[in-house]
């Protein structure tokens, strides 16, 4: 039975398969027999094995991995595919106290006017504009025709507001899929959307991988959002997947956000989506005022008297007095976690660096050690510098934990509450800090990138960005696209009640064009311009990339097996697929092993297709190919 798993004996072990295929005949003289089929009924139906064969084949990766990860760890190794938990019928949804906007309207009857076919659309509407309101009326819509619907949000957004805000609404069964989940709750959840029990599955990039039989919707919440691409293993990308997976069910497909990647904007161009805008924000809230700092060294601002440090400037400690002093909420976001991420010698320039890494060591202080951000690496931090024997060793710049230390001489009677990796490892501790913030008490919030998405604080009416350069200052062509939806989905933080809110940025480039659009919150123009460069420099979007990335502990092997690697692409001969490299990535060596990529790109999809999938079958031609280890990343964003 094709879908089904069985036992089969291995070399000398015994592992579960699924049955793929049927054949009477096979070229084999030696076969084994199955030993057990494991189920009675398919666990993956022909839908979703038809999803997984195109994604197998588009992303270059083995169909078994694929599968593997498309299943709950319990299923893979072979446990009873039976719910031990079914999630009760929640009876006590409530109605919204307000109706919805004209705006709001016309969105809703856009998409529910092709519920019967493919459609993909772009909800392009302003942090607080009551996106997610839209999903629950279209969710909602659905559920009454007895229709499931696949809703995907990044691994930070899906936070229990979000399930408890899709929950309290919904009449029906809502299963979340994530990381946060124990294995006997993801088969759970997994079964529950098989068997079509699960009216929503509200889940993390994985989850467009959930079986839905009766699925009549998908949502990809926040689609800009980096977390919907896969960075190990099977690189794929959750949101690119949606088209496919909304194209074979024939079925609606909205992505929705307030900063559109330039991706979904060139679809929307190329007229494979439908724009659909909300330009007002919901209730009374209004978007926040946004000014900038200027962090230059000889730079005095206005009035600035008052003694500042490296990284608050008065202005902005002022203006948090003030937000404070009338009972409101501050969030500050600073894109590092621990103390400082410089530790070295004043005296002869010595720097901690990580020894299996081409990093900096970050000292942590509560543990007084130095961390490697990248291999995980720690160490007690030296006394006196290894180089000079002087103990004339210091910290420089800050992070989230010095932020905070310094925060509390500023602010000595404020609570301050650092949501960071560090703080929120334990699995209860970021719910107990959400729980803190929404009381509403005036507190001081301090946080990097893991606060700038989906959440809805509503007494908050200040954000200040602390460090934004080194997004202005990066290599990756990406950067400032990244940057730009930061600073706005941070912004929309501020001010989402009744009350006007600020956004404070300080940088050392005030003038950087970006600034204009942000501050006067012109995102689409800003990636209009972006578009524009793209364009003539014929980079994604308009072009398609690839990348073949090798590394090993001996370096030279790593970037000869790319370069042998080239020779092949370069025999394949396919004119419109160029490459280049190899080249060392930014970081070269991490853990031990160093890092070399080699670039495809063209303009042609399918050419570029055609030449990964005759490399693929030469690939044992490669000599270098044990000695290291390899990948292919299909539209990398990174
Ligand atoms: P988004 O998803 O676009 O950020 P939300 O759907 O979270 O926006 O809405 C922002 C806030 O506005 C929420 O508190 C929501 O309850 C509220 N809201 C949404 N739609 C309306 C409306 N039509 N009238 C009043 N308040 C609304
Ligand atoms: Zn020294
Ligand atoms: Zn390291």
């Avoid at 992303?59 to 593997?68: A, F, L």
């Avoid at 007095?321 to 500050?332: D, E, I, S």
């Avoid at 990248?374 to 000079?388: A, F, I, L, N, R």
């Avoid at 004119?575 to 280049?580: H, K, N, P, Q, R």
Wanted: hydrophobic residues 40%; glycine residues 6%.
């Amino acid at each position: 039975m094709i879908g089904a798993r069985v036992k089969v004996p291995f070399a000398r072990k015994k592992v579960v398969g699924i049955v793929l295929m049927i054949k009477d005949k096979s070229d084999f003289k030696q076969l084994k027999s199955v030993e057990k089929v494991l189920d009675d009924k398919p666990i993956l139906d022909k839908p979703i094995l038809d999803f997984l064969f195109w994604s197998a084949k588009y992303y270059h990766y083995p169909i078994g991995e694929v599968i593997s990860a498309a299943l709950p760890k319990n299923l893979r190794i072979g446990k009873e595919a039976v719910i031990k938990k079914a999630i009760e019928l929640s009876n006590k949804t409530k109605k919204p106290n307000f109706n919805i906007t004209e705006e709001q309207d016309i969105a809703i009857n856009q998409v529910l006017k092709s519920v019967n076919e493919y459609h993909g659309f772009l909800l392009h509407g302003i942090t607080g504009s009551g996106k997610t309101e839209v999903y629950l009326h279209i969710t909602q819509a659905m559920l009454d025709e007895n229709k499931q619907v696949l809703v995907l949000v990044p691994e930070i957004g899906l936070t229990p507001q979000m399930i408890t805000r899709f929950e309290s609404r919904l009449k029906t069964r809502v299963v979340a899929i994530h990381s946060q989940l124990n294995e006997t709750q993801k088969l759970d959840a997994y079964l529950m959307a098989k068997n079509g029990e699960a009216g929503v599955v509200l889940g993390t990039r994985s989850a467009i991988f959930a079986p839905m039989p009766n699925l009549g919707l998908i949502i990809i919440d926040e689609e800009h959002d980096g977390s919907f691409k896969q960075q190990s293993s099977f690189r794929y990308s959750a949101r690119d997947l949606s088209f496919i997976r909304a194209k074979q069910a024939n079925i609606p497909l909205v992505l929705g956000t307030a900063t559109p990647s330039l991706e979904t904007l060139k679809n929307v161009i190329d007229k494979k989506l439908i724009h659909i805008t909300l330009t007002k924000r919901a209730g009374e809230a209004t978007l926040p005022e946004v000014s900038l700092i200027d962090m230059r060294p000889n730079f005095t601002p206005q009035g600035g008297t008052e003694k500042s440090n490296s990284a608050l400037s008065a202005v902005l400690i002022e203006k948090m007095h003030q937000h404070l002093a009338k009972g409101k909420q501050v969030m500050l976001f600073i894109n590092r976690r621990g103390y400082a991420p410089v530790y070295y010698c004043k005296e002869c320039g010595w720097k901690a660096q990580c020894t299996h890494c081409d990093s900096g060591m970050i000292y942590h202080r509560h543990i007084h050690r130095l961390k490697c951000h990248h291999c995980g690496d720690e160490k007690m931090p030296e006394h006196v510098c290894p180089d000079c024997k002087q103990p004339s060793l210091e910290v420089l710049g800050y992070g989230t934990e010095r932020l905070e230390e310094t925060l509390s001489s500023y602010f000595a009677d404020t609570p301050i509450i650092r949501i960071d990796r560090d703080t929120t490892r334990r699995k209860k501790a970021f719910t107990e800090h959400l729980k803190q913030i929404n009381s509403g008490e005036p507190c001081i919030i301090v946080g990097t990138q893991m606060l700038a998405k989906g959440h809805d604080f509503s007494n908050l009416s200040m954000v200040g960005v602390l460090d934004t350069d080194a997004g202005l200052l990066s290599l990756d062509f990406r950067a400032t696209e990244h940057l730009a939806q930061l600073l706005i989905q941070v912004s929309g933080r501020a001010g989402r009640s009744t009350e006007r809110g600020e956004v404070v940025i300080q940088t050392r480039y005030p003038d950087h064009p970006i600034f204009s659009y942000v501050l006067s919150a012109r995102y689409v123009q800003f990636a209009n311009e972006l578009l524009k460069q793209r364009r003539s420099a014929m980079m994604p979007p308009f072009s398609h990339q690839a990348l073949l990335c090798a590394n090993a502990k001996n370096k030279q092997n790593a970037e000869d097996f790319l370069r042998e690697a080239n020779i092949l692409f370069k025999n394949i001969q396919i004119d419109s697929v160029e490459t280049w490299g190899p080249v060392a990535n930014v970081i070269e060596k991490k853990s031990d092993y160093y890092y070399f990529s080699l670039y495809l790109q063209s303009s042609n999809r399918i050419a570029l297709h055609q030449m990964l999938a005759t490399f693929h079958q030469h690939i044992d031609t490669l000599k270098l190919k044990n000695k290291v280890r390899w990948y292919l990343d299909v539209d990398p964003i990174d």
